[in-house]
């Protein structure tokens, strides 16, 4: 071990917390006002769900289900995969009013429509991109190409952790796999690493390599972290880099986090009530996790997610600024077995139908919804028309639309039954107040009480910014309760 008198190791101490604080400083810059809410769970549906067959009925385009498609929805335009004239697909599944502010509803969503005044469905959103990758990384990066800061990167670096035992930012997934863009939408880019999003696992040891190796004990592991320490801090005084004080706050979440994670990632501790709430079961192990694919071994029980969202609630409660839930399988072409609107969506929709309801119903039973902001969505929607390959046709199926999709939005600062934006009569094109996706990045930062145009972090020359370089994107005002 490296000799070190108490003076020494004193006034490193004290270089290193004032380096930390020069990470920081830019940071408090960005605080605007007094935000409505504390913590973000964002809720990713990794490879777009069909908003025209959950959330924006057509009954047109049902009418004209199978018929050609008018040239102006496709002449001129690109798309992922449809090629020549296609046929308009009308949704296979019933739609219902429900709740004091009429929302209309798919069959698939029953339990959902015990909530939905307590959210506000935003049907006008757009994007510009129509891969997955790229559209991934514009909304929750705001740029489509890798190398950007997250969106809970950039609230963990502008508001700080709650809870200095855990991390300010956790990364939760389920589907079977990860979403296209990879751990480049939970990533810190240009901003220290520290602030990046942690992937925790809902099953066996929650985070890999925090837990000690065999024979070493708290003591031990306390003396090794002290001198790991004694080196990144002289290093830093030579080379002021600041990432060799982001290892060392690293290295220390780590060891808080040994005897706090545990904890908090232990959904057998709920009463029997709130696992029932959320459909939850601990050590559940889904069959999904290990096949070669996922899709084809959806069961509609399968508690992978119900279980993150029990854990999402746990850890907003327990101080941790953002959770993101990546839900993988949403991609739903029709050409392949598991992908398909008539087979599959069903089933991933039973999946998230009764969790989402009960992580709504236990976020304001316990008074934390009016402190947390609740989005769901996907990176894109679906088309109105058939997708339709030769040879390759397992079930019904729609292709990637940038144009026009829906999220929505829940918790405080959210108005609740609300409905914003509308589409034309077979769900192509916005026609009443589109919304970006920087509005929904803007939107969220002005809720955590961020100002989203002076947030910004120098970088190669330029201020970064979550919503870009211009000022185009807007906080969505009629959101606002």
């Not at 219902?96 to 909530?115: R, T, W």
């Not at 609107?341 to 008074?367: C, E, M, N, V």
């Not at 107040?433 to 509005?439: F, L, Q």
Request: glycine letters at 10%; one cysteine or more.
């Amino acid at each position: 071990m490296i000799p070190m008198n108490r003076k020494s190791f004193i006034n490193l101490n004290a270089a290193a917390l004032s380096g930390i604080a020069s990470l920081q400083a830019g940071a408090t810059q960005s605080r605007s006002h007094f935000g409505r809410v504390k913590s973000v769970i964002y809720l990713h549906m990794a490879g777009s769900p069909s908003q025209l067959d959950l959330f924006d009925d057509k009954p047109l385009l049902r009418k004209f289900n199978g018929k050609e498609c008018p040239k102006e929805l496709y002449e001129g335009k690109r798309f992922a995969f449809l090629k020549g004239i296609p046929s308009l697909l009308g949704s296979p599944f019933s739609f219902s009013q429900h709740g004091q502010s009429g929302a209309e509803l798919s069959q698939l969503l029953p339990e959902f429509s015990s909530i939905v005044d307590e959210v506000s469905i935003v049907k006008s959103i757009q994007t510009d991109a129509f891969n997955h990758a790229p559209a991934q990384l514009l909304l929750h990066t705001g740029n489509q190409l890798f190398g950007g800061a997250a969106d809970g990167a950039w609230i963990n670096y502008a508001l700080q952790t709650e809870n200095p035992n855990l991390p300010g930012y956790i990364v939760l997934s389920s589907g079977g796999k990860s979403p296209s863009a990879g751990q480049s939408v939970w990533g810190s880019g240009f901003l220290p690493s520290v602030y990046q999003g942690v992937k925790c696992r809902s099953l066996g040891e929650p985070i890999l390599y925090t837990s000690n190796p065999s024979g070493v004990d708290r003591d031990l592991r306390r003396m090794t972290l002290d001198t790991i320490s004694f080196i990144n801090q002289k290093n830093y005084q030579q080379h002021l880099d600041s990432e060799n004080l982001t290892r060392t706050q690293q290295y220390e979440l780590a060891f808080r986090m040994q005897e706090t994670v545990p904890e908090a990632m232990d959904i057998s501790r709920e009463p029997d009530a709130i696992l029932k709430l959320y459909g939850a079961k601990p050590n559940y192990s889904s069959e999904a996790s290990t096949a070669s694919d996922p899709r084809t071994v959806y069961k509609g029980d399968d508690a992978t997610f119900a279980n993150n969202c029990l854990l999402a609630r746990r850890l907003v409660e327990r101080g941790v600024r953002f959770v993101q839930l990546y839900d993988w399988g949403w991609d739903h072409h029709g050409t392949n077995f598991g992908e398909t609107i008539d087979h599959t969506l069903p089933i991933k929709a039973k999946q998230i139908d009764h969790a989402i309801t009960g992580l709504i119903k236990d976020l304001k039973q316990s008074g934390l919804l009016e402190q947390t902001l609740v989005v769901w969505g996907g990176e894109f929607g679906r088309t109105p028309m058939l997708q339709k390959m030769r040879d390759k046709v397992a079930g019904l199926g729609r292709d990637h639309q940038a144009d026009a999709f829906t999220m929505w939005f829940a918790g405080g600062g959210i108005k609740k039954g609300g409905h914003f934006g509308k589409t034309d009569d077979l769900g192509a094109m916005v026609t009443e107040n589109p919304v970006h996706v920087r509005d929904v990045q803007a939107t969220m930062l002005h809720l955590l009480g961020i100002d989203p145009y002076r947030t910004s972090y120098s970088f190669q020359g330029l201020e970064q910014r979550l919503i870009g370089p211009t000022n185009q994107a807007k906080i969505i005002k009629q959101l606002l309760a």
